[in-house]
Protein backbone atom coordinates (compact mmCIF):
# COMPACT_ATOMS: atom_id res chain seq x y z
CA UNK A 1 0.00 0.00 0.00
CA UNK A 2 1.53 3.47 -1.03
CA UNK A 3 2.44 6.04 1.72
CA UNK A 4 2.34 9.27 1.65
CA UNK A 5 2.64 11.02 4.96
CA UNK A 6 3.83 14.94 4.91
CA UNK A 7 5.16 16.88 7.77
CA UNK A 8 6.86 20.43 8.99
CA UNK A 9 4.20 22.73 8.20
CA UNK A 10 3.55 25.01 10.95
CA UNK A 11 2.80 29.40 11.24
CA UNK A 12 5.89 31.52 9.97
CA UNK A 13 6.06 34.71 9.59
CA UNK A 14 7.06 36.58 6.18
CA UNK A 15 10.82 36.16 5.13
CA UNK A 16 11.12 33.35 7.68
CA UNK A 17 11.56 29.60 6.77
CA UNK A 18 9.91 26.25 6.89
CA UNK A 19 10.98 22.88 5.44
CA UNK A 20 8.37 20.36 4.70
CA UNK A 21 9.16 16.41 4.82
CA UNK A 22 7.36 13.20 3.76
CA UNK A 23 8.04 9.63 4.41
CA UNK A 24 6.80 7.53 1.39
CA UNK A 25 6.44 4.00 1.51
CA UNK A 26 4.86 1.28 -0.56
CA UNK A 27 6.75 1.61 -3.86
CA UNK A 28 10.30 2.20 -5.25
CA UNK A 29 10.63 5.94 -4.19
CA UNK A 30 14.44 5.56 -5.77
CA UNK A 31 12.79 5.72 -9.13
CA UNK A 32 10.00 7.28 -9.36
CA UNK A 33 9.05 11.19 -9.55
CA UNK A 34 7.65 13.04 -6.91
CA UNK A 35 5.79 16.51 -6.50
CA UNK A 36 4.80 18.93 -4.03
CA UNK A 37 1.60 20.82 -4.89
CA UNK A 38 -0.33 23.31 -2.82
CA UNK A 39 -3.88 24.34 -2.01
CA UNK A 40 -4.44 28.04 -0.79
CA UNK A 41 -7.66 28.75 1.07
CA UNK A 42 -10.71 29.29 -1.49
CA UNK A 43 -8.50 27.98 -4.27
CA UNK A 44 -7.82 25.76 -6.43
CA UNK A 45 -4.61 23.48 -6.25
CA UNK A 46 -1.30 24.91 -7.77
CA UNK A 47 2.00 22.51 -8.55
CA UNK A 48 4.63 23.44 -6.69
CA UNK A 49 7.66 21.27 -7.86
CA UNK A 50 8.43 18.28 -8.76
CA UNK A 51 11.98 15.87 -8.79
CA UNK A 52 12.64 12.38 -10.61
CA UNK A 53 14.78 10.76 -7.59
CA UNK A 54 16.98 8.26 -9.49
CA UNK A 55 18.54 11.53 -11.25
CA UNK A 56 17.66 14.66 -8.74
CA UNK A 57 16.71 16.79 -12.06
CA UNK A 58 14.35 19.32 -10.81
CA UNK A 59 11.20 21.54 -11.86
CA UNK A 60 9.57 24.41 -10.20
CA UNK A 61 6.79 27.01 -10.78
CA UNK A 62 7.86 30.53 -11.32
CA UNK A 63 5.92 31.38 -8.24
CA UNK A 64 8.62 29.81 -6.23
CA UNK A 65 11.74 29.65 -8.04
CA UNK A 66 14.50 30.78 -6.30
CA UNK A 67 12.75 30.34 -2.91
CA UNK A 68 12.04 26.66 -2.48
CA UNK A 69 14.04 23.77 -2.98
CA UNK A 70 12.98 20.22 -3.40
CA UNK A 71 15.36 17.17 -2.36
CA UNK A 72 15.44 13.61 -1.48
CA UNK A 73 16.95 11.01 1.05
CA UNK A 74 16.65 8.32 -0.82
CA UNK A 75 17.97 6.18 1.75
CA UNK A 76 15.19 7.33 4.15
CA UNK A 77 12.63 7.19 1.21
CA UNK A 78 11.54 11.13 2.05
CA UNK A 79 10.95 14.14 0.06
CA UNK A 80 11.78 17.72 0.95
CA UNK A 81 10.61 21.00 0.30
CA UNK A 82 12.99 24.14 1.17
CA UNK A 83 11.07 26.85 1.11
CA UNK A 84 12.37 30.35 2.28
CA UNK A 85 11.46 33.82 1.89
CA UNK A 86 8.32 32.55 2.44
CA UNK A 87 5.41 35.09 1.32
CA UNK A 88 1.58 35.24 2.74
CA UNK A 89 0.35 34.07 -0.33
CA UNK A 90 2.75 30.83 0.22
CA UNK A 91 -0.17 30.12 2.87
CA UNK A 92 -1.70 26.80 1.63
CA UNK A 93 -1.91 23.54 2.53
CA UNK A 94 0.98 21.51 0.80
CA UNK A 95 0.33 17.91 -0.36
CA UNK A 96 3.03 15.66 -1.00
CA UNK A 97 2.43 13.35 -4.14
CA UNK A 98 3.68 10.44 -6.42
CA UNK A 99 4.29 11.61 -9.43
CA UNK A 100 4.64 14.46 -11.83
CA UNK A 101 2.30 14.51 -15.23
CA UNK A 102 0.45 12.01 -14.24
CA UNK A 103 0.06 12.15 -10.13
CA UNK A 104 -1.45 8.61 -8.81
CA UNK A 105 -0.85 9.21 -4.95
CA UNK A 106 -1.83 11.97 -2.89
CA UNK A 107 -0.60 12.28 0.87
CA UNK A 108 -3.09 14.12 3.18
CA UNK A 109 -1.39 17.34 3.75
CA UNK A 110 0.22 19.80 6.12
CA UNK A 111 -0.64 23.60 6.62
CA UNK A 112 1.71 26.42 6.03
CA UNK A 113 0.52 29.76 7.20
CA UNK A 114 2.92 32.60 6.62
CA UNK A 115 1.67 35.69 9.07
CA UNK A 116 2.41 37.95 11.00
Known amino acids: EVQLVESGGNLVQPGGSLRLSCAAS????????MSWVRQAPGKGLEWVSS????????YYADSVKGRFTISTDNAKNTLYLQMDSLKSEDTAVYYC?????????WGKGTLVTVSS
Open 97 to 105: TKGFWVIDY
Open 26 to 33: GFTFSSSA
Open 51 to 58: IYTYSSTT
